[in-house]
Nanobody, 124 residues
């Protein structure tokens, strides 16, 4: 699966951004997906997940109530709506197949199939 993230940028604290993840292949609609992020000097972390049909979502405590994950299987695209952004949300954001990544025995960063990510920078 080829993944392309987009929608990042520079935003002031309290602002909003909407990230998109475009996936190739015919299995997207059967694949639970997630958004990950990696801040400078930090480990990559899981931010939000969504089931294949989109009915169930989960969020890291740090983004709960501010971020919303969604997907449109007719467009092979997943989204992350980020509101009330904080400086600590500054990171490169990645999307991926969560079952594949979570079954990987190494670190997230060592998993071999990531897209290029999209940079989100929140200024105060």
């Amino acid at each position: 699966v080829h993944l392309v993230e987009s929608g990042g940028g520079l935003v002031q604290a309290g602002g909003s951004l909407r990230l998109s993840c475009s996936a190739s292949g015919s299995t997207f609609s059967d694949t639970p997906m997630g958004w990950y992020r990696q801040a400078p000097g930090a480990q990559r972390e899981l931010v939000a997940t969504i089931t294949s049909g989109g009915s169930t979502t989960t969020y890291a405590d740090s983004v709960k109530g501010r971020f919303t994950i969604s997907r449109d299987n007719t467009k092979n695209t997943m989204y992350l709506q980020m509101n009330n952004l904080k400086r600590e949300d500054t990171a490169v954001y990645y999307c991926n197949d969560i079952e594949a990544v979570e079954s990987w025995r190494g670190t997230y960063s060592d998993y071999p199939n990531w897209g290029q990510g999209t940079q989100v920078t929140v200024s105060s």
